[in-house]
């Protein structure tokens, strides 16, 4: 059975003058997927959906939502929120989410439903302007659901919001990621991709530098910390040595990621055989963002 | 599309503060005028204010005196755009299904339809000062000059659009105000100073503006034909060369809508080509 592609992304390229904020970037969304894109500010996720949305024109290579060019009709079948909420700070959420409405020929049910879901039903008549910042983001989102998308693009959609806020928006998009929609979301917080997303696409300084399952990409490793009377000896031997990934020095110690399915014990096994007694031997499994850290380095 | 581009514009306009105090001020502003000249009793032989307020005259004063207050109009305009670049709420209609065009269309439809509303409001003040006023009740005399009205119609389209177009260039309320306002005086006056002066009749605001000349206040009321006290009419000074012979009404016209057709070309061009 072959998949929708929802989002293609073909050689994608954006400058800001001299400054290249998007090169080449390649990548496919497919339906039912949570795509998130993850990288440091400045790493080119919103100037990505600002130009896959059609806000900011591209500089070289093409997108195609669901198989087309960017049309009117397929901008309706999406929902997005890039960077700050935008809405007229003198209108009431009710009159901003009315102009939202008639955009993508919603009805005004689907107004309240929105509020309803971004629990805002009871400030539908207060004025944009005078909402909390969390607010104003909640409002943002119930924008997105405007119409029931097939397709939600959220650009970093939990700024501003307290943890409590912060669950809500996750409980939202896993909600509506059930009901089979398809979510891009994009995000420098290593824990709301994780917890949240399918598929991932790691982009530093407007480069796509590794796309694929969150699971695959970023799996957590296990790193032992070892120390010997002679450490420039121990790092030259560990650096050749087979059952090692990669090791580094970190102050002190020397940090050891080993192959599967190789453990610590037969690393100290290994080390003794060579003629290295340690003196600490410590494992400590790698945290996700320290992955992100040095995927992105 | 065009009647959901109007009920979104018309959100956005009706609950903006600013628009409802300018317009209010707009209408307020004329009313006054027109009812405080109309209380002036001023006369002298050969010039009477009540000929003013009668057809078909009333076509020729009322539109000249609505034109003062065009640029409450322009300005209307300037903000209640401005604020779409400000607020970012152009790049979030975009991002919600508007195209760039429906943008300038729904603009488009916001000016045509500030100046429905001045029109009709001159021609409602029109009907009402004319009918108590006028002796002459034939219909050559009511309709008489009434094509006039219409005339300032392209003159309102004419401030807002180059309005439009200003905010697009400088996507900032404040700063497209004083532009607009810099360009009337003195950036086009320098201008067109460097040219010759037959040139000088064709540039923008000099062609919009003439769209409502000042009424010839002395042959309007009066059967005589006006002359200085130096015995010599405005004719005179066209054929000593000293004024030069303004264009026909048809062609202040003709290039009054070519301005305002190439106002918002170049907005909707601007607006194609600039990141939201």
């Known amino acids: 059975m072959s998949v929708e592609k929802i989002l293609e992304i073909n050689n994608l390229s954006k400058n800001y003058g001299s400054l290249q904020a998007v090169r080449d970037i390649s990548f496919t969304v497919n339906k039912g997927e949570v795509y998130g894109i993850l990288g440091p500010n400045g790493s080119g996720k919103t100037t990505t959906l600002a130009v896959i949305l059609g806000v900011l024109n591209a500089n070289g290579g093409d997108f195609k939502w669901f198989g087309k060019p960017l049309q009117k009709e397929t901008r309706q079948r999406i929902g997005a929120l890039i960077e700050t909420p935008n809405f007229y700070p003198y209108l009431t959420l009710f009159e901003n989410l009315q102009i939202a409405a008639k955009i993508k020929n919603a009805s005004e049910e689907s107004i309240n439903n929105a509020l309803g879901t971004a629990n805002l039903l009871k400030r539908k008549h207060t004025n944009y302007g005078n909402l909390s910042l969390g607010m104003k983001q909640r409002m943002a989102i119930a924008s997105v659901l405007i119409g029931d998308p097939d397709v939600l693009v959220l650009d970093e959609p939990t700024n501003g919001l307290d943890p409590e806020g912060f669950a809500e928006v996750r409980n939202i998009i896993q909600s509506q990621a059930s009901k089979g929609k398809t979510i891009i979301l994009a995000s420098h917080i290593l824990d709301e991709v994780e917890k949240v997303c399918s598929h991932v696409a790691i982009l530093k300084s407007g480069e796509l530098i590794a796309n694929g399952r969150v699971g695959e990409l970023l799996t957590s490793e296990d790193i032992v910390y070892v120390q010997s009377e002679n450490q420039d000896e121990l790092f030259a031997l560990l650096q050749f040595a087979e059952m090692v990934s990669r090791v580094s020095r970190i102050e002190d110690d020397i940090t050891v990621v080993l192959k599967k399915p190789f453990t610590p014990v037969e690393l100290n096994k290994f080390c003794s055989e060579k003629g290295f007694v340690l003196s600490k031997i410590m494992l400590r499994k790698q945290s996700l963002e320290a992955q992100f850290l040095e995927l992105v380095k | ?276």
Request: net charge positive; glycine share 6%; proline share 4%.
């Open chain 2, 1 to 276: 599309m065009i009647r959901k581009l109007f009920q979104i514009e018309k959100i956005k306009a009706l609950s903006y503060p600013a628009f409802k105090t300018l317009m209010i001020i707009h209408f307020l502003l004329f009313f006054l005028v027109v009812l405080i000249v109309s209380q002036v009793n001023f006369s002298f032989p050969g010039f009477s204010v009540t000929k003013l307020y009668q057809f078909p005259n009333i076509w020729e004063f009322f539109p000249w005196v609505a034109s003062w207050f065009n640029l409450f109009l322009a300005i209307v305009v300037i903000l209640l755009v401005g604020n779409e670049f400000s607020f970012r709420t152009f790049r979030q209609n975009v991002i919600d299904g508007l195209s760039r065009n429906d943008l300038i269309r729904g603009k488009i439809i916001l000016i045509f339809s500030i100046a429905v509303y001045t029109f009709l409001m001159v021609l409602i003040a029109i009907l009402i000062f004319g009918l108590i006023n006028s002796d002459d009740y034939s219909m050559g005399a009511i309709f008489g000059k009434s094509y006039l009205l219409l005339i300032y119609f392209i003159q309102a389209l004419g401030y807002m659009s180059l309005g439009l177009l200003i905010t697009i260039m400088f996507r900032n309320n404040a700063l497209s105000i004083i532009m607009f306002i810099l360009y009337f005086f003195p950036i086009e006056p320098i201008i067109r100073w460097i040219f010759e002066a037959h040139a000088r009749r064709y540039f923008p605001i000099k062609i919009i503006s003439n769209l409502t000349p000042m009424p010839e206040f002395l042959t309007m009321t009066s059967e005589k034909t006006f002359t200085t006290s130096s015995g010599t009419s405005a004719l005179d000074f066209q054929e000593m060369g000293l004024t030069i012979e303004p264009l026909s009404v048809g062609l202040n016209v003709g290039l009054a809508v070519i301005y305002i057709l190439v106002f918002l070309g170049i907005s909707t061009y601007l607006l194609n080509k600039k990141n939201l």
